[in-house]
């Protein structure tokens, strides 16, 4: 089964940049659709960002509009989830996720795969 492998998280001040990355082992990103999501302690996990599968038409939440992008390498093989301007409340476990369908945005049944996710810490 293919697994989806997240890096780049950490500890980062207010304000400060983070780019976490994200490769579908064994398999070639540009076939899936695409998903970032995270949990904050004592939340549930929610929707960041997500696209088409061979990327565009990318959807963000309302939260993270104007700070994060969502972007393809494809000759990497590899997402980018570019945070700028990370506020505290963006702390959490970010997970990446893989659909084999055209989209699937923040319907998270709709991902086949997903990461073991990576902590990101924004202190204040």
């Known amino acids: 089964q293919a697994q989806v492998e997240e890096s780049g998280g950490g500890l980062v001040q207010a304000g400060g940049s983070l780019r976490l990355s994200c490769a579908p082992s064994?398999?070639?990103?540009?076939?899936?659709?695409m998903g970032w999501f995270r949990q904050a302690p004592g939340k549930e996990r929610e929707f960041v960002a997500g696209d088409r599968r061979s990327g565009g038409s990318t959807l963000y939440v309302d939260s993270v509009k104007g700070r994060f992008t969502l972007s393809r390498d494809n000759a990497k093989n590899t997402v980018y989830l570019q945070m700028n301007s990370l506020k505290p409340e963006d702390t959490g476990v970010y997970y990446c996720?893989?659909?084999?369908?055209?989209?699937?945005?923040?319907?998270?049944?709709?991902?086949?795969?997903w990461g073991q996710g990576t902590q990101v810490t924004v202190s204040s």
């Open positions: 064994g398999r070639t990103s540009s076939n899936y659709a």
């Open positions: 996720a893989a659909s084999i369908l055209l989209a699937a945005y923040q319907r998270a049944a709709a991902y086949n795969y």
